[in-house]
């Protein structure tokens, strides 16, 4: 990791005594669907969790799938019924995905880091305070891979929400400045119609440097890959995805 992006990760510190709280029970959540705990503490423990995560699963599906059951597993599943029986019928769901923002927002920071309520126009024409702004993931900062973004976070998060809240929502990372807009009350696209699931591998990404590749198209991200001049399907990329992904770990953090 270079000088600029150590100062970067530097610059988040952990949170008060209920932010810890909530990166323990995500940790050891992830850690129960990944069979074993990480190396590393805190926080870096989680996003090496992430990629252990990754290269559990031969199709991005199951990864998702995965994410799901950890972020069902947070909830109390009465809890999940009381919120759509009683609160989603209001306003059209309105007040829901109101709701869905400021818990967001209030809850969310120790993974994301800042993030402030904003406007979002809906279906109708009306626009309401169900959007969260996070100004610089840190989530994606510190895994420096979209693919972990898409497969760990946004399309597990979506689907969690909209299923088990009755909240449409569609979450529009940008791996320019590395921010990521949350709508809530808004339809999110079908991965194959989402440009954000065939976006180009990122710069900073330990995987690309490690393959030293110019691949066009993040190999976490698309089921199909490039090694060396032949296409591989994800299940079997180069034989040696687990090794590959210790590798790029140590890059990242070493």
Same mark, same amino acid.
């Given at each position: 990791m270079g000088n600029s992006s150590r100062e970067a990760a530097a610059s988040y510190r952990e949170g008060p005594l209920l932010d810890a709280a909530f990166l323990s029970l995500f940790r050891n959540k992830l850690a129960q669907e990944v069979g074993r705990d990480a190396d590393r503490p805190g926080y870096d423990g989680l996003i090496q969790l992430s990629q252990l995560l990754m290269a559990k699963y031969k199709a991005k599906s199951d990864v998702e799938q995965a994410t799901v059951r950890i972020l069902n597993s947070m909830f109390p599943q009465s809890l999940l019924r009381l919120f759509r029986a009683v609160v989603l019928p209001i306003n059209k769901g309105k007040l829901a995905a109101i709701l869905s923002a400021r818990v967001t927002q209030?809850?969310?920071?120790?993974?994301?880091?800042? /993030?402030?309520?904003? #406007? %979002? +126009?809906? #279906?109708?024409?009306? #626009?309401?305070?169900?959007? %969260?702004? %996070? +100004?610089?993931? $840190?989530?994606? +900062?510190?895994?420096? /891979?979209?693919?972990?973004?898409?497969?760990?976070? $946004?399309?597990?998060?979506?689907?969690f929400i909209s299923k088990e809240l009755g909240v449409p929502l569609l979450m529009e990372p940008n791996f320019a400045d590395l921010s990521c807009q949350f709508k809530f009350g808004v339809e999110a696209p079908s991965p194959e119609d989402d440009p954000s699931v065939s976006t180009p591998c990122l710069e900073m990404c330990p995987t690309a440097i490690a393959r030293k590749s110019s691949t066009p198209l993040c190999p976490k991200v698309n089921e199909w890959m490039v090694c060396g001049d032949t296409h591989q399907r994800d299940v079997s990329f180069c034989r040696s995805r687990e090794k590959l992904l210790l590798t790029s770990a140590a890059i990242g953090y070493g």
């Open positions: 209030a809850t969310c920071q120790w993974l994301m880091g800042t /993030c402030s309520i904003g #406007s %979002v +126009e809906l #279906s109708d024409g009306t #626009s309401i305070p169900s959007g %969260v702004l %996070v +100004e610089k993931c $840190k989530y994606l +900062e510190h895994s420096k /891979c979209a693919g972990i973004c898409i497969h760990t976070c $946004k399309l597990p998060t979506q689907a």
